[in-house]
């Protein structure tokens, strides 16, 4: 395991291998998640090319969360501005409340900001999103006044949804 030199609560911080699928893979189906290895390769695959950055967190050997920073947004208003945008940040339920997601955010806002002045992120609307909704409120980050989205594309008013609404910090 590459350590980045970042060490909270016993918790080692690091860039993504191709050995850590396996066992983030496993990690998630215990709590009944569904993250399949294609989404890691493909996460995997963008940080070889520059893509996207990927920061994993563990304590000892058990996979606590990760985080991705992606450089060109899917989303419209941010891929236009050149706005780096943080996607698919996840904690293992037992180490929240532990820092993995304030430190997972850390690094991957420090990155942005090498490039950007501003990062966006993506959230949720359902009550499941509820504790990532407070934490990014609490970071700083507001919605950016696009509305609703669904696969990155504006939702129109009375449609169902099942993506994310986006946020942006200065």
């Not at 996607?87 to 339920?93: E, H, M, R, T, Y």
């Not at 504790?131 to 696969?151: E, F």
């Amino acid at each position: 395991m590459e350590n980045l030199g970042i060490n909270v609560n016993d918790l080692v911080f690091k860039s993504l291998s191709q050995d850590d699928i396996p066992l983030i893979v496993s990690s998630f189906v215990e709590i009944g998640w569904s993250k399949p290895a294609s989404t890691y390769e493909k996460y995997f695959e963008e940080q070889e090319h520059k893509k996207r950055c990927i920061w994993v967190a563990f304590k000892a050997a058990t996979f606590a969360g990760y985080v991705t920073l992606k450089w060109q947004s899917d989303y419209a208003p941010f891929r236009e501005e050149d706005i780096p945008e943080i996607c698919d940040l996840n904690v293992i339920p037992k180490f929240r409340k532990q820092g993995v997601a304030s430190t997972l955010l850390d690094l991957a806002e420090t990155e942005a900001y090498t490039k950007s002045s501003i990062v966006g992120i993506g959230v949720g609307l359902s009550s499941d999103y509820g504790k990532a909704q407070k934490l990014y409120v609490k970071r700083g980050y507001i919605p950016d006044g696009g509305g609703i989205t669904s696969h990155c594309k504006p939702v129109s008013y009375g449609s169902s949804v099942a993506y994310h609404p986006t946020t942006y910090k200065n």
